[in-house]
């Protein structure tokens, strides 16, 4: 079992930055594949970019590319979506997940992911 627990979210200007940070338990977590989801109201689960647990492997929505970056630490259980260039429709709660199968074919896909955490939210005014 493994527990999900992500901080970092707030409210910021648009064009200003958010990190993100997931925080996971268990002793494998490099064995895992990591990613972000977000979700805005009204609007349908998204995924935002991944990373395979040895961090050699990384995917990005077309949405954020160029403006956001995964990266984890596994010597610290955490995984990170550093947040750049923020604009109004990057708000949304954001969601860390985890695979527990590794890296697969189809990273951007829910079905992917086995853990979630709770979510954190990310406000971006105009």
């Known amino acids: 079992q493994v527990q999900l627990v992500e901080s970092g979210g707030g409210l910021v200007q648009a064009g200003g930055s958010l990190r993100l940070s997931c925080a996971a338990s268990?002793?494998?977590?490099?064995?895992?594949?990591m990613g972000w989801f977000r979700q805005a109201p009204g609007k349908e689960r998204e995924s935002v970019a991944a990373i395979s647990g040895s961090g050699l492997f990384t995917y990005y929505a077309d949405s954020v590319k160029g403006r956001f970056t995964i990266s984890r630490d596994n010597a610290k259980n955490t995984v990170y979506l550093q947040m750049n260039s923020l604009k109004p429709e990057d708000t949304a709660v954001y969601y860390c997940v985890a695979a527990s199968a590794g890296w697969g074919a189809r990273p951007h896909m829910p079905t992917e992911y086995d853990y979630w955490g709770q979510g954190t939210q990310v406000t971006v005014s105009s």
């Open positions: 268990g002793r494998t977590f490099r064995r895992y594949a």
